[in-house]
């Protein structure tokens, strides 16, 4: 599918594609601003990953990688706007965070995500029964219909994800 990037690879690439990229995500996305920062994400994300399609794969892999960022562009959006809808419904004498507090906010929302999103939905599902409901681990066994310790491994799991996005 891919060879390993080269200069010559990624240059080409770049120069064969980016205004049909530019285009077709302006086209997607409605603004020009928000479409040439993800053409310009989704090159960094092919020269991260060190692979380039091959020649007649390369509009249908940048496809891919573009629609993989919109996706992750929508969800961010889709926090940002709960967020500040959250913080709207604050009461007048609740001190709003300052710019940089809102967006480490928003920073830290969208790693959380990203974490919870990666999670087999067990695992996701016992874990937010236990933090956001407040359920121990055998209420949560009764409502997912299975073992205290198959809770118990779901729990291992996902303190384990989170504890890895913590610290990479």
Not at 72 to 81: S, V
Request: aromatic fraction near 8%.
């Amino acid at each position: 599918m891919s060879a390993v990037v080269s200069t010559d690879g990624i240059t080409n690439l770049y120069s064969d594609h980016h205004r049909w990229l530019f285009a077709w995500l302006q086209r997607k996305l409605g603004c020009a601003h928000s479409a040439a920062d993800l053409a310009q994400d989704t090159y960094e994300r092919i020269l991260v990953s060190g692979r380039v399609p091959q020649p007649g794969q390369s509009r249908a892999y940048l496809t891919q990688v573009a629609k993989g960022l919109m996706v992750d562009l929508y969800r961010r959006r889709h926090l940002e706007q709960s967020y500040l809808e959250a913080l709207a419904a604050l009461p007048e004498a609740t001190t709003v965070p300052s710019p940089e507090e809102r967006a480490l906010v928003l920073e830290t929302l969208v790693q959380i995500d990203a974490m919870l999103d990666g999670l087999p939905q067990k695992v996701r599902r016992a874990f937010l029964l236990s933090q956001l409901d407040g359920l121990g681990y055998a209420e949560i066994a009764r409502e997912m219909g299975v073992s205290v310790s198959s809770v118990q491994k779901y729990m291992l799991r996902a303190l384990q994800a989170c504890y890895q996005a913590l610290y990479d």
